[in-house]
Nanobody, 115 residues
Framework: QVQLVESGGGLVQSGGSLRLSCVASGSILRVNDMGWYRQAPGKQRELVATITRGGSTVYADSVKGRFTISRDNAKNTVYLQMNSLKAEETGVYYC?????????WGQGTQVTVSS
């Protein structure tokens, strides 16, 4: 079994920062693309950022210049540094990773940005 476990969410004031982490564990042969998605209350889940095993990144336009995705392949871990957070970015942040032969999702971590 493969598990993705996110951490680092919490309550922060508008303009503040948080760093999310997601660790893949279990019977892992290889972890390829990893990414972060978020779902605000009443809205669909949306892409925040992705990173390939080689380090190529893609960001949603709304977070460019404020968020940074990175990974540690040796630890099967992906990070999301979030700066200058906005109230509308409140939601559940999910980690996704292509592990072995398919996509896996974490359970999510709540991020609440107070205005």
């Amino acid at each position: 079994q493969v598990q993705l476990v996110e951490s680092g969410g919490g309550l922060v004031q508008s303009g503040g920062s948080l760093r999310l982490s997601c660790v893949a564990s279990g019977s892992i042969l290889r972890v390829n693309d990893m990414g972060w998605y978020r779902q605000a209350p009443g809205k669909q889940r949306e892409l925040v950022a992705t990173i390939t095993r080689g380090g190529s990144t893609v960001y949603a336009d709304s977070v460019k210049g404020r968020f940074t995705i990175s990974r540690d392949n040796a630890k099967n871990t992906v990070y999301l540094q979030m700066n200058s957070l906005k109230a509308e970015e409140t939601g559940v942040y999910y980690c996704k990773a292509f592990v072995n032969f398919g996509d896996r999702w974490g359970q999510g971590t709540q991020v609440t940005v107070s205005s």
